[in-house]
């Protein structure tokens, strides 16, 4: 039985390797890779969300596949395309980058919503379907995208249905002053990258993904959870709240995030820890509020302040 705490803490010591002073954001990343849940990585240009998502695949010794979407990519880039063998005189499958273990999708708000579509029977159902044959992705498999922040010209809106399918939102930020000194002198010479690495195996992820489901969350927690949101759903400032895959989503992570610190249980804490990065991209805020220049992410603050925390639960032996 794989120890999860030790299998976590390595990946992340690796990546730090890499990416520098942002152990808060690479935590996060493992966090989701052991949920097997799908990562929107949204900053500014430049501040390490490629390297973040390389240096995830280096490390798990995962096949990594890189969409860069551009305005005039095509779903077929994405997915790939059946093409006619002159020879066998049969139709053959050339599968495009989305069939690997992990595949980062650089700057995904510049393709079109056409394009962005491509995604979403693979991150839900993890198979794609060309010209009437499906072909099942391999496992595990991640999608790492990254995303400029909207007020940036040339982008275009991700569809509510697309943002749900995304495990958590992460942003990285820009590094501190002593922080960017060392950057400097790490890549001096070469790219950290270039010399990262793997401490673990693919296999050795899937274990693990399988490990944290037997934490236990006490009914206390399920029930934190469904408050709330509930609470997003009937907030007179939300449009639109939380789904049940939200729910879910925050089940799975809080297990995930107990298992990395090394407890069989969940507590409350990682709820309202992991709250902020798995449901704010998935509230829609109504026009009104919109014009009063309120965000999803305040509206979030404030139910979590207000929202009654249960007290920890001695977990079942």
Request: aromatic residues 6%; hydrophobic residues 40%; glycine residues 6%.
């Amino acid at each position: 039985m794989i120890n999860v705490q030790e299998f976590s803490r390595k990946v992340v010591r690796n990546v730090e390797r890499v990416i520098v002073g942002k152990s808060s954001a690479v935590q996060l990343a493992v966090v989701g890779l052991l949920s097997r849940g799908h990562l929107l990585i949204e900053d500014v240009p430049g501040v390490g969300k490629t390297m973040l998502a390389r240096s995830l695949a280096r490390s798990l010794s995962c096949s990594f596949g890189r969409i860069q979407f551009t305005p005039d990519l095509l779903p077929s880039d994405v997915t790939g395309v059946s093409i006619f063998n002159r020879g066998t005189r049969e139709f053959e499958f050339q599968p495009g980058p989305i069939m690997s273990q992990i595949v980062l999708v650089d700057e995904i708000n510049r393709a079109t919503p056409k394009t962005q579509s491509a995604l979403l029977e693979a991150m839900e159902e993890r198979q794609i379907t060309v010209d009437g044959t499906t072909h099942p992705l391999p496992n595990p498999f991640i999608v790492m995208a990254t995303q400029n922040p909207i007020e940036y010209e040339g982008t275009y809106s991700l569809p509510e249905a697309e943002l749900d399918r995304f495990l958590m939102r992460v942003k990285i930020g820009y590094p501190g002053l002593r922080d960017e000194i060392e950057v400097l002198d790490r890549q001096q010479y070469r790219h950290p990258v270039d010399d990262l690495e793997p401490v673990a195996e693919a296999v050795e992820l899937i274990e693990a993904q399988e490990q944290i489901k037997s934490v236990h969350v006490a009914q206390a927690v399920k029930e934190y959870i469904i408050r709330l949101v509930h609470q997003t759903r009937d907030h007179p400032d939300l449009f639109l709240g939380a789904s049940p895959r939200g729910s879910l989503t925050l089940y799975r992570t809080a297990q995930a995030r107990a298992a990395m610190l090394g407890r069989p249980y969940a507590l409350p804490d990682d709820v309202k820890f992991l709250a902020p990065f798995v449901l704010a991209h998935r509230l829609i805020v109504s026009p009104g509020a919109r014009l009063r220049n309120v965000r999803a992410d305040d509206i979030l603050a404030t139910i979590l302040e207000q929202l009654p925390v249960p007290e920890p639960e001695t977990p079942r032996s």
